[in-house]
């Protein structure tokens, strides 16, 4: 009986890392890259910067998708930031870490274009490294922090298929 589980156990074992590769291949895997443009009252102090992340997702219906991101946002410090008399330098960054759902709306094989919406929630780690200088007492002062928050991801957008098995998405 001690065999029989044994051998049961070793099955089980060298099974598993061929039943996960086999999921593995079956995700779609992305990687993007764009202009981060700050808004509202972080805009007033960050100026535009540049994202890139990386995209995985997994097909449960021929429209329902699972899947994630895991992205790098960073922003340089705007020059007006400090107010009259001060100089700033710096930059906030942001490393995104979101479990998402997609559902296409269109998934017609003769179509080039197919339109999306995605929903997910998730880990957002905000962080800022600044260092202040005064015009007037050429004193220096830094100042940084970081903090994780949970946030809520909503969008859409459209995957283009071009020739050659490859596509693009616009969001």
Same mark, same amino acid.
């Given at each position: ?5 044994? $051998? ?18 079956? &995700? %779609? ?5 764009? &202009?981060?443009?700050? $808004? ?7 100026? $535009? ?20 991101? &895991? ?6 410090? %705007? ?17 995104? &870490? ?7 709306? $269109? ?13 997910? =929630? ?6 800022? %490294? ?8 050429? %004193? ?11 946030? =809520? ?19």
């Amino acid at each position: 009986m001690k065999r029989i589980v044994v $051998t049961a156990a070793l099955c089980l074992l060298l099974a598993a890392p061929a039943a996960a590769q086999s999921v593995l291949d079956d &995700i %779609d895997w992305s990687v993007d890259a764009g &202009i981060a443009m700050p $808004t509202g009252d972080f805009g007033k102090a960050a100026n $535009t910067g540049f994202c890139f992340g990386v995209n995985g997702f997994w097909s449960y219906t021929e429209r329902l998708l699972f899947g994630g991101r &895991i992205a790098y946002d960073r922003w340089g410090v %705007d020059e007006d930031m400090g107010g009259r008399g001060w100089d700033v330098e710096g930059h906030f960054s942001a490393i995104e &870490i979101v479990p998402q759902v997609r559902y296409l709306f $269109t998934d017609d094989a003769t179509q080039r274009a197919n339109f999306f919406g995605q929903a997910g =929630i998730g880990f957002y780690r905000f962080a800022f %490294d600044l260092e202040y200088d005064s015009d007037l007492t050429d %004193d220096t002062w830094d100042s940084d922090d970081a903090e994780i928050d949970l946030g =809520i991801a909503l969008g859409g957008g459209v995957t283009i298929d071009t020739a050659g098995g490859r596509s693009f998405e616009i969001r």
